[in-house]
């Protein structure tokens, strides 16, 4: 379990990092952290937001009444060695 915060925390701390405004929720299952992505991005911080988006179990964007927001999953029972289908998991 300690694992899985910590990489929710570091995946946190790189959204931060570049320039976004993360938040973290625990749920049963994952840690999910999302992060509302602005109209207007650098190409850096979207290169960024982008790779550490890979490093999540699950991530995915999604489009909506509070604009894109940006989420990424860390499966609580998962390791982080085991292969994930990126993108294709939890439905937030």
Do not use: Y
């Not at 979207?46 to 790779?51: G, P, S």
């Not at 604009?67 to 289908?85: F, H, N, Q, R, Y």
């Amino acid at each position: 379990m300690a694992a899985c915060r910590n990489r929710a925390d570091h995946l946190a701390a790189r959204l931060t990092a570049a320039g976004f405004t993360p938040c973290v929720w625990h749920q049963k299952s994952h840690i999910c952290v999302e992060t509302k992505v602005p109209a207007r991005v650098s190409a850096e911080a979207w290169q960024e937001l982008l790779e550490v988006l890979e490093t999540a179990d699950s991530f995915g964007l999604v489009n909506g009444r509070r604009g894109c927001i940006a989420w990424a999953a860390i499966d609580k029972e998962t390791p982080a060695t085991v292969s994930a289908d990126r993108g294709h998991g939890h439905q937030l």
